[in-house]
């Protein structure tokens, strides 16, 4: 629990509303785990329930959204801001478990055009989905590639490997 509360904030848990809350979610979902912990309050940085301004962690007053019951829910929750293109692009990149290049990707994603393409990537780079390993695109987080890859329907898990 301890960890969790420092996940939020290194102050005492006074100086910030809600700690006590996301920290019982953090605990109860996470089951203490650091790794899981940490990967659920990135996707709260991610949908901006969690900030860090002028030198401390801010939560809202109330949180309006309902927080994610579980691991894989909140690491799926990360992907509900995406466009449709940049949700297709992970989706597609989901079932491979290693990265792909730029030109791969562009020809497993065709018919999309190359902009469309391009877009997407930059996307899911700035949201801090993917990341540009080398000369290769890969998952930032692998917890979020395998759940992504489980969340699909086993037709649609079957049409994207047959891009591969």
Do not use: C
């Amino acid at each position: 629990m301890r960890f969790a509360k420092n996940a939020v904030d290194g102050a005492p848990p006074s100086r910030v509303r809600n700690v006590e809350r996301i920290a019982d979610w953090f605990f109860e979902v996470a089951g203490g785990n650091p790794k899981i912990t940490l990967e659920l309050a990135h996707g709260l940085l991610a949908r901006g329930t969690l900030r860090y301004v002028d030198g401390s962690w801010v939560l809202p007053t109330e949180i309006d959204q309902t927080l994610p019951e579980d691991t894989a829910n909140a690491l799926l929750h990360s992907l509900s801001t995406l466009t449709p293109n940049a949700r297709a692009l992970a989706e597609l990149l989901s079932v491979r478990r290693a990265g792909a290049s730029t030109e791969r990707l562009l020809a497993v994603a065709a018919p999309k055009p190359p902009d469309e393409v391009f877009r997407a990537l930059e996307e899911l780079v700035r949201v801090g989905i993917l990341e540009s390993a080398g000369h290769e695109y890969a998952f930032v987080r692998e917890p979020l590639r395998v759940e992504l890859a489980h969340s699909l329907a086993a037709s649609r898990s079957q049409e994207l490997h047959a891009h591969w």
